[in-house]
């Protein structure tokens, strides 16, 4: 009997893979200029702040007005005028990208962005020689660049992880397909499975092996087979896609998991903005030192410093307008926000075409907190724990409070807002307090700056060597965000592991200076100031972005990052205030504790994501939404995605 011949060839190939992988480099790139044109610009302030003493120093003077009508206070109004800007921008921007889209906030974010960095170069020429009208105008400029800036970080953290999974459904669609298609070619050869029949056999035949046998068969083109290795394709039963075929497709995704991946290689093009603000700064010093060798003239040396200044600026300013010109051209809006949108205007005109809708009542027994159950416009609240995983506080005593605040409301917005707090609102008092403990901790590695400086280019050290040590530090920071997105997707590491291992190895580097900050010699304290710059940046500061824009649905989910990103810079902000009424050892003292409390947090609040298929969380979002919370049943509820306190919550209501 002749053989069976079939020609059958694999779609993927090491070539396209290569391409992919060269498609994502680029777009990672692209979506990541608005980061680093902001990071360049904003981080500038304080590497731009000697040049400004330089040039100005009556208006850093407290005692020497002749200048500037408020001296010390036109720096204060810069650095306090772009973090307000940013902590509105973070939240409004947020908001309105929910509801607008990502596109559009992504424009808009880029729009003031370029306004505010137009108006600072101009300022920088027209009034450089003003300086009680330049700070003012500087404020107001840092101010709108600030709102932009702060739109920039839920946006740009949204936008990326819903790019990563559109691209691993589509991945993991093709290996299904991919699967589909082999076992059907294999099904209809039972010569084949008769050489395969042993699964010992087919698990431990190599690719090389396996394509030969293929070959000598005639079922499959030899140039058609990659060298990806075919026994992971090769279902163990020729009749039915069972457990093992499942579980080959499951091990595959961990190769398909890049989500956290490509969200922290958009985030490190703001640690790339900073190491190349440092290097130009550096470079331009370095070129203005050489030709001011020649002469002492201080009116020249001013010019130099002036020019640098608007040179700076202006590089800046090329970017951002680069950025807002290609998003108007070439972004397109987020298939993941699109389509949640799409399936919740479908779930909402079915229900509205429903002939009959009861009024919502809401009722309680006496003080006792009873099974209570009560639908309006898609809540359900109960005493018994849902297994969704939420966090909603169904079955606590803060219940009946909650459901009273919106009782006869029918604001569509009210509802959605009180439904977030329920299901989701420990989660989001967990990133907001995390991102908030870390800017305070992290606030004593800012203010470490200037004794590292001191120790690394000694007391005389000139403009030039200030920056340059800045250089080498921001340069040590990238490295971290380089290997936080090498290993975040690894699901032996994760997202909480990653922060709880940065939180802790910070904390004890800031309580080590702290407790024996009279002890160190200068070669231990460059290393615990590197150590503590690389370790938080490639722990807290890259998850404390990432987290946020994972662990909520997408219809919420700028919204959540921002408020959350937003308590990041009041924490910065509370740290800048008090951190001036207290020692320096109370200051890395208090830097440590606020790092071991926010691990604590970590642990008790917020869930690990790294294998969850975020289409889930929205799709147990929409069913909340519809009052049908309980008939969810998928990957959202497995304890592994859940945090402590949503495992436990049920015992604790009942405690």
């Known amino acids: 009997m002749e053989e069976p011949t079939t020609a059958f060839s694999f779609d993927k190939s090491p070539t396209a893979e290569e391409k992919q992988q060269n498609t994502q480099k680029s777009s990672t790139l692209w979506h990541g200029l608005g980061l680093f044109g902001e990071s360049y610009l904003l981080f500038s302030i304080g590497t731009l702040k000697p040049i400004w003493e330089t040039l100005y120093p009556s208006c850093f003077d407290e005692l020497d007005d002749t200048e500037c009508a408020h001296p010390y206070l036109s720096y204060k109004s810069i650095t306090y005028s772009v973090v307000t800007g940013v902590m509105i921008g973070m939240v409004l921007l947020g908001i309105l990208a929910n509801t607008f889209g990502r596109r559009r906030g992504s424009i808009l974010t880029a729009s003031l962005m370029t306004l505010g960095a137009v108006c600072m170069t101009i300022s920088s020429i027209a009034f450089s020689s003003n300086p009680s009208i330049l700070f003012p105008i500087m404020s107001f400029s840092l101010f709108v660049f600030g709102i932009g800036v702060g739109g920039e970080y839920p946006l740009s953290a949204s936008s990326a992880s819903e790019r990563a999974m559109v691209a691993m459904k589509e991945r993991r669609d093709a290996e299904s397909d991919h699967e589909i298609r082999i076992q059907s070619l294999l099904s209809d050869n039972p010569e084949l499975w008769q050489t395969l029949s042993d699964e010992k056999r087919a698990l431990s035949v190599s690719p090389v092996e396996a394509r030969s046998m293929l070959s000598d068969k005639n079922i499959l083109s ?67 030192q050489r030709k001011g060798e020649n002469y002492n003239d201080g009116e020249k040396q001013f010019l130099s410093l002036l020019n640098i200044w608007r040179i700076t600026y202006a590089i ?42 009861e009024s919502p009542e809401i009722e309680t027994k006496n003080e006792e907190i009873p099974d209570v159950t009560q639908t309006l416009s898609g809540i359900t609240l109960g005493s018994q724990f849902d297994g969704l995983g939420s966090t909603n506080l169904d079955g606590c005593k803060i219940v009946p409070t909650l459901v009273e605040s919106i009782k006869g409301t029918n604001d569509p917005k009210t509802i959605k807002a009180s439904l977030l707090l329920q299901h989701y609102g420990v989660r989001l008092f967990g990133t907001s307090l995390t991102w908030l403990l870390w800017d305070i901790a992290f606030y004593g590695n800012k203010l470490f700056q200037s004794s590292f400086l001191l120790v690394l280019t000694g007391k005389d050290a000139s403009l030039m060597d200030i920056t340059g040590a800045s250089a080498i530090n921001a340069f040590v920071a990238l490295l971290g965000y380089y290997v936080a997105a090498a290993i975040v997707d690894d699901p032996d590491v994760g997202r909480l592991t990653l922060q709880q291992i940065g939180f802790i190895v910070t904390g004890t580097l800031f309580l080590l200076c702290g407790c024996l900050s009279d002890r160190l010699s200068s070669t231990w304290l460059v290393v615990i100031y590197f150590g503590s710059s690389f370790f938080g940046n490639c722990g807290p500061n890259c998850t404390t972005f990432l987290i946020p824009a994972e662990i909520f649905p997408t219809e919420m989910r700028t919204m959540c990052h921002g408020i959350s990103a937003s308590s990041g810079k009041l924490g910065a902000l509370i740290a800048s205030v008090l951190f001036n009424f207290i020692s320096e050892k109370q200051l890395f003292l208090c830097s440590g504790y606020a790092s071991f409390i926010a691990c604590c947090i970590t642990f008790i609040t917020i869930p690990e994501t790294t294998t969850l298929d975020l289409y889930e969380i929205d799709k147990q979002w929409r069913m909340i939404l519809d009052g049908r919370k309980f008939d969810y049943e998928g990957p959202a509820n497995d304890v592994k995605h859940l945090s402590f306190y949503e495992r436990n919550q049920h015992a604790c209501c009942r405690r």
Do not use: C
């Open 222 to 288: 030899t140039d058609g087979v990659g060298e990806s290795g075919i026994r992971s394709h090769i279902p163990l039963s020729p009749t039915n896609t069972t457990n093992d075929t499942r579980n080959s497709l499951n091990s595959q995704n961990v190769r398909l998991r890049t989500r956290g991946k490509e969200v922290l290689m958009v985030f490190s093009m703001q640690g790339a903005g900073i190491f190349a603000n440092s290097l130009l700064l550096t470079f331009l010093l370095m070129l203005s």
């Open 316 to 357: 800046g300013t090329l970017i951002l307008a680069y950025v807002l010109v290609s998003r108007i051209l070439y972004l397109t809006e987020s298939e993941v926000w699109a389509h949640d949108r799409a399936e919740r205007e479908v779930q909402h005109h079915v229900k509205e075409s429903q002939p009959s809708f």
